[in-house]
């Protein structure tokens, strides 16, 4: 499967964004999708998952009641809906696929990535 993430950009702190990630090639609703985040001489972070019905979702504790992962498979598209916005949240953020049973954690249990976009958040 292809990604296309998107959405990225510069925004103030207590702004929001929302980032979405298209997806073609293959069926969407086979994976389960996360968002990772990543900064630089840091690992790459979970950040939001969904599972392919869009029925479990897990999010880190930093945006636990900030940020949502939604998808709408009739469009094969994931979103990340980010509010309230920290400039710790600033890092290029990367969609993922995973066909795996279960949501996963880790960025080497997912198949396929987009290519990422940057989230600038200003103080």
């Known amino acids: 499967v292809q990604l296309q993430a998107s959405g990225g950009g510069l925004v103030q702190a207590g702004g929001s964004l929302r980032l979405s990630c298209a997806a073609s090639g293959r069926t969407f609703n086979d994976y389960n999708m996360g968002w990772f985040r990543q900064t630089p001489g840091k690992e790459r972070e979970l950040v939001g998952a969904?599972?392919?019905?869009?029925?479990?979702?897990y999010y880190a504790d930093s945006v636990k009641g900030r940020f949502t992962v939604s998808r709408d498979n009739t469009k094969n598209t994931v979103y990340l809906q980010m509010n309230s916005l920290k400039p710790e949240d600033t890092a290029v953020y990367y969609c993922?696929?995973?066909?795996?049973?279960?949501?996963?954690?880790?960025?080497?249990?997912?198949?396929?990535w987009g290519q990422g976009t940057q989230v600038t958040v200003s103080s």
């Open positions: 969904i599972n392919w019905s869009g029925v479990s979702r």
């Open positions: 993922a696929a995973d066909r795996g049973l279960g949501l996963k954690k880790r960025p080497r249990n997912y198949d396929y």
